[in-house]
């Protein structure tokens, strides 16, 4: 497996891009769950592995921060006049990486439900833990909408540099 480079994201950085990607597509699957009272197909369908796929994400991008502080020096640089923009836009998208599933996970141990994962028990049921319930509730929805927002602006600057400046920037994580 190849490191970061400074052309090119290195085989681990793009796993858990694309990986990720994939897994944050799943989760944002759970919106159909606002269409019709919670009751819709694709809600049921796949959102049934939320707090799994979400437990996994957690571990993942705990993984991901460490691999990206340690390939930092080598990483592609942004250009010097965005530098700052692109470093504060990523560091948003690592944090809401971390903080949605931190917040799902204090709404269920919170709530007294536990926590388990892909059908292993990680945190027991227990006792209500109001304060973790209520600020896990209150700040998990937002969350996911503003980790949707910055993914979709994500996208669209991968976009932009593509087939407007053509600066090879979208082909270093490809």
Known sequence: MKADSSVRYGTVSRYLHWGMAVLIAWQMMKFFDRIGDGEHWVGQVLASWHVSIGTLLLLLAIGRIVWASKQRNRRPAPAPATAWLVKAGHALLYLAMAVLPITGIMVLVGNGFGLAAFGIPLVAPGTDIAWMAELGGRLHSPVAWLLLIMVACHIG??????????????????
């Open 157 to 174: 600057m991968a976009f932009f540099h593509y087939f407007v400046k053509k600066d090879g920037v979208l082909q270093r994580m490809a």
